[in-house]
């Protein structure tokens, strides 16, 4: 039998030609353009994204692309497009998302603007580069480069699901998949997104830490009172919501909650974590070494473990104190948290604990959290992802059980039922949410060829690996 003229190093080749001719660059700085911020209410871009850009692309790549209402009201869009090669073949289901978050114009440093792509050295600046639109337009790039290798064949077939609302909590992302369960059935999920352990390592993640925000609230009485005639006699709301939080909380940062600690991290978890780092970037913030669960490395306590943060508080006015003390005080908290953790039941953990405390006068109000999830690690696309990323980049990949922060993997995972691995092409220092968002060149080059390698093997190995798991 005559041997294909094409080879993995032919796509991956083609993955690289795609950065180094500009071709990347043009197309990322076009997506940059679209204002898709989803906190500001209906905005026309986020459609547009998936109409004038997305299903463009798909639709270049062999796709038929739909757009798909919000089923809550108000929602943003979705996209769901399919590209079929026969059937028996096994089939990956991709995401993305093209909303951003706001733009914070003004904010950026003199010479950068958000909607637009400005290169300084390796850093290209612009709202999206990191968060989603750099990370699903590699994708989509190296996933061009196969076929273009493969002569217009990939071997399986592909599914995706878009949306505009990830910025906003992902709202009918669950709906829309569980409505669309048959047309998004795939033998494994596949997508980026959220940062890789450093800049220097590829990475994988097989699901994220949950979360859920809660609000403490402590209401003594009418309007404030003069503090020179009642200070000393009547109780103050700030000093008790701040003693109610520091019960949760030992002085290190400890959690006294016991509903709300998980359980023990495994042996495989502690394992996979032993050589990951964190902070290595030069500009991550400094970790301060005794914060946190004791007996955990810095790294077991972000991805292992459970964190309770208090993300706001409120009493009086801050910005213009007067003489008096205020009637009540408020603060956002939040939970992140790994599988195991008894989180469904925190209104009842938080209420029994302040109960046994003595702080009868704190309200707690918890509202709708994101679940955790995790692949279980000795899953046979796991081993199959890492060896791919080192083949491709000779480098060790680092292995995340979950990431520390949050994505809706729950909806991949649980509403889909299927095997969900994640490939970041971000670093942590990379602004994301903030001011001066930005991507590393050589991270997105090598991203690229990852994802090309990946493709491509999905194309020599995919059958046998969904049906290895299969039985």
């Known amino acids: 039998m005559k041997e294909s003229p094409s080879t993995r190093e032919h796509a991956i080749a083609a993955a690289f030609n795609a950065f180094d001719s500009g071709g990347f660059y043009a197309d990322l700085r076009r997506r940059v353009a679209f ?15 998936l109409t004038d850009e997305v ?84 994708n989509f790039a190296a996933l061009a480069a196969v076929l273009q290798a493969r002569a217009g064949k990939l071997g399986y077939n592909v599914k995706v699901i878009f949306e505009t609302g990830e910025e ?136 292992g473990w459970n964190a309770l943060e208090v993300l706001a508080m409120k009493s009086g006015n801050p910005d ?33 604990h302040f109960a046994r405390h003595g702080f009868d006068d704190v309200a707690v109000k918890v509202t709708r959290g994101t679940p955790a999830t995790r692949l279980d690690l000795d899953d046979p696309w796991v081993q199959w992802v890492l060896d791919s990323m080192r083949a491709t980049t000779g480098k060790k990949p680092a292995l995340l059980p979950n990431l520390g922060g949050t994505v809706p993997n729950d909806v991949f995972a649980k509403t889909l039922g299927l095997p969900t691995l994640w490939l970041p092409h971000s670093y942590p220092a990379c602004n994301q949410h903030a001011p001066n968002e930005h991507v590393l060149a050589p991270v997105m080059r090598e991203a690229l060829g990852i994802m090309a390698g990946l493709w491509w093997d999905l194309g020599d190995q995919g059958a046998l690996i969904a049906n290895r798991r299969r039985h």
């Open 55 to 138: 299903s463009d692309t798909l639709k270049h790549l062999g796709f038929t692309a739909r757009v798909v209402e919000n089923p809550v009201a108000g929602g943003p869009p979705f996209l769901i497009a399919e590209r079929h090669e026969a059937d028996g073949l096994p089939t990956v289901l991709t995401y993305g998302h093209g909303d951003v978050v706001r733009g914070y114009d003004e904010q950026w440093r003199a010479g950068l603007k958000p909607w637009e792509i400005v290169v300084d050295q390796d850093r290209w600046y612009g709202r999206g580069t990191a968060d989603n639109k750099g990370q699903h337009s590699v």
């Open 168 to 303: 906003i909590g992902s709202p009918g992302l669950d709906e829309v998949c569980a409505a669309h369960k048959d047309v998004l059935a795939a033998d494994v999920f596949i997508a980026s997104d959220g940062p890789r352990v450093s800049a220097e390592r590829p990475t994988l993640f097989l699901g994220s830490r949950g979360a859920v925000p809660f609000e403490l609230t402590v209401n003594l009485r009418e309007g404030g009172h003069h503090s020179g005639n009642w200070g000393g006699v009547l109780r103050n709301p700030a000093v008790v919501l701040s003693h109610a939080i520091a019960s949760l909380l030992d002085r290190n940062g400890r959690i006294e909650v016991e509903g709300l600690r998980p359980p023990p991290i495994s042996a495989a978890v502690r394992e996979a974590l032993a050589d990951i780092e964190l902070g290595r970037d030069e500009s991550s913030p400094d970790i301060d070494p005794t914060w946190g669960e004791p007996g955990l490395t810095p790294t077991e306590r972000v991805i």
């Open 35 to 49: 204002r898709t911020e989803s906190q500001n209410g209906t905005n026309p871009a986020l459609g547009a994204y």
């Open 320 to 352: 213009a104190p007067v003489n008096a003390i205020p009637p009540s005080a408020k603060a956002s908290c939040q939970l992140r948290f790994v599988v195991g953790t008894d989180w469904e039941n925190m209104q009842a953990h938080l209420e029994r």
